[in-house]
Each structure stands twice: as C-alpha cells, then as structure tokens.
C-alpha cells in the first residue's frame, strides 16, 4: 500500500463535531458532574475508596496526604498530583462542606481563602461519615471496572448509605452545562426519605415542610421561599443570601457570612466601599473571628445610621450573595436536571438496590457455609466410619473420593 493510499478524506467539520462531542462527554461523565447515587464525582470516589483501601478509618491513625495523592495517583486517578490534593483538601473543610467526609490534621487552609500546606506536611483520614458511604463495599454491592491500566479493579459508585448530594451539595462547569447543588441537613433529608418511602405520591409542597431548606456550613440567612420552591419543583433557583449581622453599641457585628464568600476579600472589599465613598460612616474595621467562629466588628460614627449603612452593604458587598442553584447531576452517566423529588427518588432506588445486592452477597456465603456445616454433621454422625476410610487409604486423592462415594 503506497503512503497516498493510507491517507483518509476527512471533513474537517465533521472531524471537529466529533473530537469536540467526545471532549465534552469526557468533562461531563469524568470529571465536572457528580453521580445522582453518591454524589461524587470520579476523583473525590476514588480518594475515598484510596483512603478505604489504605485502611485509614475515622478511630486510625493519621498519614501523610503525600501518600494518599501518591497512592490515588498510582491506581486510579493518572493526572495530577495537584488536582488530587486540592480535591482531598476540600473534602476536609468543614466551612466548604456541611459534612467533611475527611478528617485533616495540619493546615488545612482558612475561609480567608489561605492554601493548605503541601501534602508532604498535612496529614489525612477518613470521617465517621465517609465510612458509611464506603460500608459494604465488600460484599458485591457496586458493579467494578477496571482501572487506567486494566490491573486493579474500582468502583463504578460508592454504595452511600447517606445521602451525599443532598448533604453536601455539589459545584461543576461542564462543557455547555452546569451544576450547583446546596448543602442541607442531615436530619430534614433522613426524615424527608422516610416520608417519601411511606408515601411515594407525596407533593413537593408536603416535602417542603419537612425539609425546610439549604443549610450552608457557613449559616447566614436565606431570604424569601420563592427561591427555594422554585429548585425544589423544577431543579433551578435563584437564593438570596445575607450575612446574620447585629447592631449594637453603634457598630455593626457581622457573625456569620454567605457560602462560598471568601472572608478577607469581604473585608477589603467593604474597605474599598468606604475608600470610593460608596458607603458612609464606617470608621474602623476589625476581623476579631477565631476558632469558635467569625466575629467582624465595623465601627460607625457617632452619626452614622447604622441600619442604612448595613442596607448599603448588603447592596455593594459580600454580605449578600445570589446562590444560582443547578441541580443537575448524572442519571445513567447522562446529564439531567432533577427537582427535590426526584433525587430522593433516585437515591432510594440506589440504595434497594445496594441492599438487594448485599443480601444476595450474604445468601451464598451463608448457603456455603451451611453446606460445609451439613457435611460436619454428617462426617459427625458416621465418625468411626470416616477416620477408618482415611486410615485405609493410600493418599488424600483417594480418601476423598472414597468420603464423597460413601457419605
């Protein structure tokens, strides 16, 4: 064959379409939605699993985060070592998860938007709440696939016996789409499922008393339902999130601060307010926040109208956000917007299926080991009979087959 005829016509339109759509479904199955069963993308599943595998649960010791990226690295996730351990690090950081589902020792990083150290000095183990996800995990619960490299064996979903998605939400930029699911609390959830399980025609309205809304790790207050209801029946709203702040002593004390705002850049950016003259009778501010939680003083002048100062704020600063909510996640590796229902809905029938496969697991170990335990019995009952056979013959080959001839 002559090096003309290996060349093959291609439209480069339709080349570009398909290496474009093949890109895309990667991004979208692969790495920026989660999956409506665990609500996990692919590298937080296979830290976790890494984690499982490494034995290093909540009442372990702790290791060196430098040995979980590396072990993640080796076995299931080939890309790079960064992209693991800012993944890692997330899951630890209880002011970016309503439910870390790791444990972190070391600097973990701040709501200051500070990194953590470098995974040669954090330390890592897995929460009391990864390890429900990852329970029976043994026992044939999830379908497995090959790893990168066709020697090991992952799985597909984690068997979660939380509610993760709901739990702790989810943030990804796909190609053409999007998702951005809140937190909520565990207690509202577990109780909105039991509801459902009794009730499967229950309305979303119904729901709603039960589970009252998103509960973000930072607090801050949500203003007005209408958002609320709107992702609750169709899968998208628009939330208004405002700082829980008081007034006293003619300043204001900022206490708790919308999801996802980054504490210092709040901060600087009511400074730069003041600076450009865009509020007015702010004299001093002050970060007095620690470990029991964050304490933002602005003092205002003798002058000052506290609560008009506060509204400005609330206008031009961090203090109140729009969380856009997408809930969009993978159903059968195919994207789709789900309402509240819908993903309860999904995460039941994971979780029956779960529990089928486990029983099914412990069936045959349990019909093996009944059929051991009947042949005792019957070797039991027929011991002189059994120890002569042995005796008289001339290897193990042939005593077995004279016992299963004659018992």
Same mark, same amino acid.
């Given at each position: 064959?002559? /090096?003309?005829?290996?060349?093959?016509?291609?439209?480069?339109?339709?080349?570009?379409? /398909?290496?474009?759509?093949?890109?895309?479904?990667?991004?979208?199955?692969?790495?920026?939605?989660? *999956?409506?069963?665990?609500?996990?993308?692919?590298?937080?599943?296979?830290?976790?699993?890494?984690?499982?595998?490494?034995?290093?649960?909540?009442?372990?010791?702790?290791?060196?985060?430098?040995?979980?990226?590396?072990?993640?690295?080796?076995?299931?996730?080939?890309?790079? !070592?960064?992209?693991?351990?800012?993944?890692?690090?997330?899951?630890?950081? *209880?002011?970016?998860?309503?439910?870390?589902?790791?444990?972190?020792?070391?600097?973990?990083?701040?709501?200051? $938007?500070?990194?953590?150290?470098?995974?040669?000095?954090?330390?890592?183990?897995?929460?009391?709440?990864?390890?429900?996800?990852? #329970?029976?995990?043994?026992?044939?619960?999830?379908?497995?696939?090959?790893?990168?490299?066709?020697?090991?064996?992952?799985?597909?979903?984690?068997?979660?016996? +939380?509610?993760?998605?709901? +739990?702790?939400?989810?943030?990804?930029?796909?190609?053409?789409?999007?998702?951005?699911?809140?937190?909520?609390?565990?207690?509202?959830?577990?109780?909105?499922?039991?509801?459902?399980?009794?009730?499967?025609? &229950?309305?979303?309205? /119904?729901?709603?008393?039960? #589970?009252? $809304?998103?509960?973000?790790?930072?607090?801050?207050?949500?203003? $007005?339902?209408?958002?609320?209801?709107?992702?609750?029946?169709?899968?998208?709203?628009?939330?208004?999130?405002? @700082?829980?702040?008081?007034?006293?002593?003619?300043?204001?004390? %900022?206490?708790?601060?919308?999801?996802?705002?980054?504490?210092?850049?709040?901060?600087?950016?009511?400074?730069?307010?003041?600076?450009?003259?865009?509020?007015?009778?702010?004299?001093?501010?002050? !970060?007095?926040?620690?470990?029991?939680?964050?304490?933002? #003083?602005?003092?205002?002048?003798?002058?000052?109208?506290?609560?008009?100062?506060?509204?400005?704020?609330?206008?031009?600063?961090?203090?109140?956000?729009?969380?856009?909510?997408?809930? %969009?996640?993978?159903?059968?590796?195919?994207?789709?917007?789900?309402?509240?229902? !819908? &993903?309860?809905?999904?995460?039941?029938?994971?979780?029956?299926?779960?529990?089928?496969?486990?029983? /099914?697991?412990?069936?045959?170990?349990?019909?093996?080991?009944?059929? #051991? +335990? &009947? $042949?005792?019995?019957?070797? &039991?009952?027929?011991?002189?009979?059994?120890? @002569?056979?042995?005796?008289?013959?001339?290897?193990?080959?042939?005593?077995?087959? +004279?016992?299963?001839?004659?018992?």
């Amino acid at each position: 064959m002559t /090096e003309q005829e290996q060349i093959k016509q291609v439209v480069v339109e339709d080349q570009l379409k /398909e290496a474009y759509l093949d890109y895309s479904m990667s991004v979208i199955i692969g790495r920026a939605l989660p *999956d409506i069963r665990d609500g996990l993308k692919p590298v937080h599943r296979r830290i976790l699993y890494a984690m499982h595998e490494l034995g290093l649960q909540h009442n372990k010791r702790f290791t060196k985060c430098a040995g979980i990226v590396g072990d993640c690295l080796k076995k299931y996730h080939p890309h790079g !070592d960064s992209s693991v351990y800012d993944a890692l690090v997330r899951l630890g950081q *209880d002011w970016n998860l309503r439910y870390p589902l790791v444990i972190g020792q070391g600097n973990w990083g701040s709501i200051d $938007g500070d990194p953590a150290a470098a995974y040669r000095y954090t330390e890592a183990k897995l929460s009391k709440l990864a390890e429900e996800m990852l #329970i029976d995990i043994e026992k044939e619960t999830v379908d497995f696939v090959p790893n990168f490299d066709g020697v090991l064996k992952e799985p597909v979903v984690l068997p979660s016996k +939380l509610p993760n998605l709901l +739990l702790n939400g989810s943030t990804g930029i796909a190609v053409g789409m999007a998702t951005n699911i809140p937190p909520h609390n565990i207690s509202e959830i577990i109780d909105g499922i039991l509801l459902i399980l009794e009730n499967p025609s &229950l309305d979303i309205l /119904e729901l709603m008393k039960v #589970i009252k $809304g998103p509960d973000f790790p930072t607090g801050a207050i949500i203003n $007005g339902r209408k958002g609320i209801e709107d992702y609750y029946k169709t899968g998208r709203g628009r939330l208004i999130v405002r @700082a829980k702040t008081e007034i006293e002593d003619n300043r204001i004390i %900022v206490k708790e601060i919308p999801y996802q705002v980054n504490k210092s850049l709040l901060i600087e950016g009511i400074a730069n307010l003041v600076k450009e003259g865009y509020t007015e009778g702010i004299k001093d501010i002050r !970060d007095e926040s620690d470990k029991q939680g964050i304490r933002v #003083i602005l003092d205002l002048r003798k002058d000052a109208d506290s609560k008009l100062v506060l509204n400005q704020l609330y206008k031009h600063s961090g203090l109140q956000t729009t969380f856009g909510v997408i809930m %969009v996640a993978l159903v059968n590796n195919e994207p789709r917007t789900l309402n509240l229902k !819908d &993903l309860i809905g999904y995460y039941i029938k994971h979780r029956k299926d779960v529990t089928v496969r486990r029983l /099914e697991f412990e069936l045959e170990k349990s019909r093996i080991r009944a059929h #051991i +335990l &009947l $042949g005792l019995k019957v070797a &039991l009952s027929n011991i002189d009979a059994v120890i @002569a056979t042995i005796k008289s013959s001339k290897d193990t080959i042939i005593a077995k087959e +004279l016992l299963v001839e004659r018992f």
